[in-house]
């Protein structure tokens, strides 16, 4: 029997061809992803690595057909090494939990493929089944949940929209003596320009998150933030909506010429998980082993 294709677990990203009038694949992919080269995907075609639903390798010059399923394998040239080092905190047949640093994104994304937390997990644990059941961003330090067993994904993955899972941060940022806490802070959060950042806007909210003080120190106060939903960018959006940015942030309020400044990371950090599993029914908790300094 022919075993299915599993991009998953070959590690190939997929895409599904839009509409257009594009004579080939080829044609379409070099429309579509703009930001890589025509030679490039000439490259891959040759080297086997553009491939149909099945997975078997096809040529450049396939006609094109609306909503064609593909799956290629995303690759960046003289990849820069992240000089940091993530810690697995937990493992077991089904989860994996591991302590993100600052600078690692979680997924591979622009110029980061093998430099990822996903990666290094999948080299060190050679488990292809590996896949993040949430998202930190790459700026940001902690704790990062996969799933490692396809079996029992799904389980775990429903505990984020249904919103079965406790998530804590800390940050330290300005102090806001003239407000409140603990606060609730909900608003609308949409893609603004560039894309990679997000701005507030009327309507009616997407986000919400609660904000608590933990530890003053001058003119710095540390922040417990519990994101009740999870957009991109939330905490440091709302945080600086508020009048405080996080420290060290290179995005908000103002997206800064340097964004890799190793020597100051965002004092932004996924300090803790908390769930009931639902496998078992027991209740877990993770705690970070990451720390902020002042």
């Known amino acids: ?61 396939l006609a094109y057909r609306r909503g064609m399923r593909l799956h290629y394998f995303r690759e960046v040239p003289n990849e820069k090494p992240i000089p940091v080092e993530e810690t ?18 979680v997924t591979p994304t622009g110029e980061y493929v093998e430099q990822t937390l996903l990666r290094r997990l999948i080299r060190r644990l050679d488990n292809p089944h590996l896949v993040p059941l949430h998202r930190i961003d790459r700026h940001t330090a902690g704790l990062v949940l996969f799933s490692a067993n396809p079996q ?31 606060l609730v802070h909900r608003s609308r959060l949409v893609h603004g320009e560039p894309f990679f950042r997000m701005h507030e806007v009327e309507g009616a909210p997407n986000s919400e998150t609660l904000a608590q003080v933990l530890e003053k120190n001058g003119e710095l106060w540390r922040y417990g933030l519990s994101p009740v939903t999870g957009k991109t960018h939330q905490l440091r959006v709302h945080m600086a909506a508020l009048g405080a940015g996080i420290c060290n942030d290179p995005f908000y309020p103002r997206l800064l010429e340097v964004q890799d400044d190793y020597q100051q990371p965002l004092k932004l950090l996924a300090q803790s998980l908390r769930f009931e599993d639902p496998l078992s029914g027991e209740e877990r908790y993770f705690e970070s082993r990451l720390a902020l300094d002042w």
């Open 1 to 61: 029997m022919t075993t299915p294709f599993d991009p998953a677990h070959q590690q190939a990203s997929t895409v599904c061809l839009p509409p257009g009038n594009w004579p080939t694949v080829l044609e379409c992919l070099c429309d579509h992803f703009k930001g890589i080269a025509r030679e490039q995907w000439l490259d891959r075609f040759a080297r086997g690595r553009v491939l149909d639903a099945q997975g078997q390798a096809i040529q450049a010059d």
């Open 88 to 105: 697995i905190l937990h493992l077991d047949d089904h989860l994996v939990v591991a302590d993100k640093p600052h600078f690692l994104p």
């Open 152 to 182: 029992t994904r799904g389980a775990y993955q429903r505990l984020f929209p249904e919103r079965r899972i406790d998530k804590r941060y800390q940050a330290i940022a300005a102090a806001l003596p003239a407000l409140e806490f603990p």
